[in-house]
């Protein structure tokens, strides 16, 4: 019982109490979804802008440094390298630049609503970014071959070899998202949302729309997410069993434990390569749950998640295409010399032209 001001008394497991405290609780929970929600969008603002600034030089430098080949990697392993920097570099263009910065900044992009290309702009968009991480899935399988098959690591990571993948996965990934034409309009639509095109009015509410939509999140990113995952748990099998058997065969021969060059380069081959695909995994993993869990809801199997925690996954899917170069710095010692060449270049040929 509750004891009121005026001396009533109200039974406090009273139906429409406990409804009144249900919506209070709701209401206030909303309220905060959507406090948090401003906080992020006014932390893209600034976001953004950064992230571009840095992502497109990085990347930039990255295929500039790679291309010229004097980093110690292998012919094969630099084209992956290099292909993975130019995919990251158009996402970076066709996603952030052309898309997410003028959602952010839709008051002073409003004129984009008359320039009518958004699903071509659209079929560009996802065809990059289905190639930045089909690339990043190519380049796990190459380095999963060269580590645990040695006899037909001759075959199969050679140049040609990795020029035919890289160009076969382009052209799929330009095929397979041409179907975005014919379900978006022309019109861009700028709202704080990941779609940014106007959808056809007939195709919305369809179950066309919900298994197309679904069947996209599920080739990128959950496909090569768990492709990335596979490849690197049995790399990592066969590292170790491969290590086990060659550290107990030479110290049978030599009553020692020598230092075993073989083993070196697998550990630096398997650093780049884990690396790189665990950092694609982290910041791509919000983002796939978020994106598969909503495609859901379309399907009648409903989950409910704050729009703000669909923020953060893109915000950090995108930070994704411009951490690579920095990994090579960390993991890589020629890399790093390129790069400190690089910088130093242009201040010694100053210096020369003036002394």
């Not at 035919?164 to 975005?180: E, M, Q």
Request: with cysteine.
């Amino acid at each position: 019982m509750c004891q009121l001001g005026n001396g009533a008394s109200i039974d406090s497991n009273h139906p429409d109490i406990h409804s009144h405290l249900k919506d209070s609780r709701m209401s206030l929970g909303y309220l905060t979804k959507l406090k948090i929600l401003g906080v992020i969008n006014d932390i893209q603002k600034y976001y953004y802008p950064v992230l571009a600034a840095v992502g497109v030089p990085v990347n930039v430098v990255t295929i500039a440094i790679l291309s010229r080949g004097k980093c110690g990697l292998s012919k094969c392993v630099t084209l992956y390298l290099v292909a993975m920097a130019v995919a990251d570099l158009l996402v970076i263009i066709f996603d952030l630049i052309l898309r997410h910065i003028p959602i952010v900044y839709r008051e002073q992009f409003y004129f984009l609503r008359n320039v009518r290309i958004c699903n071509i702009h659209a079929i560009v968009l996802y065809a990059v970014t289905d190639c930045s991480v089909w690339f990043t899935v190519t380049f796990t399988f190459d380095r999963f071959i060269a580590i645990c098959f040695q006899k037909l690591k001759t075959k199969y990571c050679t140049e040609k070899t990795a020029s035919i993948i890289l160009g076969t996965v382009t052209v799929v990934s330009c095929l397979k998202n041409t179907f975005w034409y014919f379900l978006y309009l022309s019109e861009y639509w700028l709202s704080n949302s990941p779609w940014f095109c106007t959808v056809k009015f007939n195709v919305i509410n369809s179950l066309v729309w919900a298994v197309v939509e679904l069947m996209h999140y599920i080739l990128t990113p959950f496909l090569p997410f768990c492709s990335i995952v596979l490849f690197n748990a049995l790399t990592v099998r066969s590292i170790l069993i491969a290590t086990r058997a060659r550290s107990r065969l030479r110290a049978h021969n030599s009553g020692e434990k020598p230092s075993d060059p073989e083993v070196t380069n697998r550990r630096k081959s398997m650093i780049l390569l884990f690396v790189i695909s665990g950092n694609f995994m982290l910041l791509w993993v919000v983002f796939m749950v978020c994106s598969i869990m909503r495609r859901l809801d379309y399907l009648g199997y409903y989950v409910s998640l704050p729009t703000f925690i669909t923020e953060i996954g893109l915000m950090l899917q995108l930070l994704s295409c411009c951490t690579n170069t920095f990994i090579y710095a960390v993991t890589q010692r020629k890399f790093r010399d390129e790069l400190k060449h690089g910088v130093e270049y242009p201040f010694k040929m100053m210096v020369k032209s003036i002394c």
